[in-house]
């Protein structure tokens, strides 16, 4: 299994004897399904590691609604997001969102997987970083659910607040910094989008995700911090 953080080790599967320890969830249903049923049995704490980006929408649907009713009953809850998230307007909303109804929230600059402790009883690890929702492995076993739960406490430490990263610059994609270079020019929407190889829809959209990402409303207040963002 591929490491959960950058510079941890895998958790093993089978003890010295060779008997399986762990639980395989195979494909997106069996995961939600299991995440589901973890909701209703879950009391005190949940502590998560979560990708958003790699999740379908569905997924991270499951994730928004379980978090704010968990929320509700009083679960203590520590989520550490990768840093993609600061780059993801509909993300980011989501993570401020449960900050300000209590959730804790922390940024990790290199997430490499999703997963799940619920009551420090029960660890679910997906087993594909690059698709979460392909397979996971649950474990209820009391020494690795100490282990899944150190990796966890360690990345934590080394994560920023979201107060911390969210008041530092966004990083802007050289597609992102194309973009805002070509809302400063002068000419009309239409001939931008076509100019990017896209259509007018489109171009509106990328416009109101980079605004919202630049904390900007318009043309002119864009112009005012292109500099800090558009290489010289």
Same mark, same amino acid.
């Given at each position: 299994?591929?490491?959960?953080?950058?510079?941890?080790?895998?958790?093993?599967?089978?003890?010295?004897?060779?008997?399986?320890?762990?639980?395989?969830?195979?494909?997106?249903?069996?995961?939600?399904?299991?995440?589901?049923?973890?909701?209703?049995?879950?009391?005190?704490?949940?502590?998560?590691?979560?990708?958003?980006?790699?999740?379908?929408?569905?997924?991270?649907?499951?994730?928004?609604?379980?978090?704010?009713?968990?929320?509700?009953?009083?679960?203590?809850?520590?989520?550490?997001?990768?840093?993609?998230?600061?780059?993801?307007?509909?993300?980011?909303?989501?993570?401020?969102?449960?900050?300000?109804?209590?959730?804790?929230? +922390?940024?990790? /600059?290199? $997430?490499?997987?999703? %997963?799940?402790?619920?009551?420090?009883?029960? *660890?679910? &690890?997906? !087993?594909?970083?690059?698709?979460?929702?392909?397979?996971a492995v649950v474990t209820k076993e009391p020494d690795l659910v100490t282990v899944v739960r150190d990796l966890f406490s360690q990345a934590w430490e080394q994560a920023?607040?979201?107060?911390?990263?969210?008041?530092?610059?966004?990083?802007?994609?050289?597609?992102?910094?194309?973009?805002?270079?070509?809302?400063?020019?002068?000419?009309?929407?239409?001939?931008?989008?076509?100019?990017?190889?896209?259509?007018?829809?489109?171009?509106? +959209?990328?416009? /109101?995700? $980079?605004?919202?990402? %630049?904390?900007?409303?318009?043309?002119?207040? *864009?112009? &005012?911090? !292109?500099?800090?963002?558009?290489?010289?």
């Open positions: 299994m591929e490491p959960l953080f950058e510079g941890a080790t895998a958790v093993p599967t089978e003890d010295h004897q060779g008997d399986v320890r762990v639980h395989r969830l195979n494909g997106s249903a069996e995961i939600c399904e299991h995440i589901e049923n973890l909701a209703f049995v879950t009391h005190s704490e949940v502590l998560g590691a979560l990708r958003l980006d790699r999740l379908t929408p569905p997924g991270r649907e499951l994730y928004e609604y379980l978090t704010f009713r968990w929320l509700r009953r009083g679960v203590k809850i520590h989520y550490l997001f990768d840093a993609s998230v600061l780059n993801d307007a509909s993300a980011l909303t989501y993570v401020r969102q449960i900050s300000a109804a209590g959730a804790g929230v +922390r940024i990790a /600059a290199a $997430l490499k997987s999703n %997963l799940l402790i619920c009551d420090n009883r029960s *660890a679910l &690890l997906c !087993a594909n970083s690059e698709e979460p929702e392909d397979g920023g607040g979201l107060g911390q990263v969210a008041e530092e610059p966004c990083c802007l994609t050289p597609a992102d910094q194309e973009l805002l270079t070509l809302i400063l020019k002068p000419g009309k929407d239409r001939i931008r989008a076509r100019e990017l190889g896209v259509s007018l829809r489109t171009f509106h +959209r990328r416009v /109101a995700d $980079l605004y919202e990402r %630049l904390g900007v409303s318009s043309r002119t207040e *864009a112009a &005012l911090v !292109a500099r800090e963002y558009i290489d010289a």
